[in-house]
Structure formats: C-alpha cells, structure tokens
C-alpha cells in the first residue's frame, strides 16, 4: 500500500515553492524520494538551490521516520558514473545521504549502465571531478550505491554486457552505453537489483 501520511511540514523553502516534482511515497516499507534535478540548473523560473532541497529532504525523512526500512532517491542527473563526478550535484548530496542512511540513489540522463560500491564521499573540494579511493569510504552501513539507467529505446548495441568499471572494480559494475532496464526487488533482507539488456539477458 502507500502511505502518504508522513506529510513533511512544507513544501515552502524560504518563500519558494518546490515544484510538485519534488516528491516522495512509502510503498511497502520503502520510501521514495524524486529531486527535481533540472528544478537547481537554472533554467527555471522557480529555481531552487540545492541547499533548499536538501531542508526539503530532510524534512521528508524525518517525519517519515520508523515507517519505512529503505530509502530509494531518484532524480534525472546522474551522481556519478563509475569513478567520474557527474552532474547530480554528488558532493552535497553523499553527506546527507550518509547522514540518513539512503541505501539506492537512481539517476539516469548520460544513458550509461552503472552502478557504485555502497559509498559515501569523504573529500574538501566539491568541484571534483572524479573519485579516488582517498575521498571515498565503503561502507555497507552508511553508503549509498549509485546507479545510471541505460536508456530504453534507440538503436544502441546492450550485448555481451560486461564490467568495465575502472574504480572499485570488485564491488562496482560500469556496461557503458546501451538499452536495457532495472528490475527493483525488496525484502526484508535486502534490494535486489536485476538488469535486463535489450536481448533480455
């Protein structure tokens, strides 16, 4: 079922509103939680900063806290792909998922297939532009894994998927380009990612 009774206290940051597609829902002991990435680019009339997203966030979690088990974030702009910071604004948003314990963070645009070691960022510079094993730390209690969605229509080749990934290597999984899905299971002991290529290996 969905619970959508854990209603933060506002959606209004400093006199700006968040658009209706920063959202969130419990489905069955999960709580999902969509960024309005392209809501902080500037291009909007109603932009709003990170900073205000992330009160936003918090907001939602904690009034939201002991009715679910996991926690799914998902917007637009990847996080990072394989070892290179992408658009998604990692830097601010890693501690925070740190903080309350995110286990998935979903992004998608560059069409790329990859998917991090549960991590979390440790660095000073938050204009990095890759990772290095001094500025992350695995951590199965408080990482979150990243991934990238492939894209889901086109004439990209997705066969013979196999791991490029060139940081992490052992706990990191990079396809690179393609077509495909994400099947998303949920228990009581854990998520189970499943990706389904074009040809449906």
Same mark, same amino acid.
């Given at each position: 079922?969905?619970? !959508? ?8 940051? #400093? ?8 959202? !969130? &829902? ?5 709580? &999902?939680?969509?960024?309005? @990435? ?8 109603? +932009?709003?900063?990170? @900073?205000?997203?992330?009160? !936003? ?39 925070? &998922?740190?903080? =309350? ?18 991590? =979390? !960022? +440790? ?5 990095? *532009?890759?990772?290095? *094993? ?7 209690? =408080?990482? +979150?894994?990243?991934? +990238? ?10 066969? #013979? ?5 060139? &940081?992490?290597?052992?706990? @990191? ?29």
């Amino acid at each position: 079922y969905i619970d !959508w009774a854990a209603t933060p206290k506002t959606n209004i940051i #400093n006199d700006k509103k968040l658009d209706p597609s920063n959202y !969130w &829902f419990i489905y069955n002991k999960v709580l &999902f939680i969509n960024i309005d @990435s392209t809501q902080n680019d500037d291009t909007k009339e109603n +932009t709003i900063s990170v @900073s205000k997203q992330i009160e !936003w966030f918090k907001d939602v979690v904690e009034n939201a806290n002991g009715k679910y088990d996991y926690i799914i974030v998902q917007q637009h702009f990847s996080y990072i792909i394989d070892k290179e910071v992408k658009y998604g604004r990692f830097t601010e948003w890693s501690p925070i &998922f740190k903080k =309350y314990k995110v286990d998935l963070a979903l992004g998608a645009d560059s069409h790329e297939y990859s998917r991090s070691a549960p991590l =979390y !960022w +440790t660095g000073t510079d938050k204009k990095q *532009e890759t990772l290095t *094993e001094d500025t992350v730390t695995i951590s199965e209690k =408080y990482g +979150t894994v990243y991934m +990238t969605a492939f894209q889901l229509d086109g004439d990209s080749l997705s066969k #013979n998927v196999s791991n490029k990934a060139t &940081f992490l290597k052992d706990s @990191s999984f990079y396809g690179g380009g393609g077509i495909g899905g994400c099947k998303i299971d949920v228990d009581d002991e854990r998520i189970k990612l499943s990706l389904i290529t074009r040809d449906n290996d």
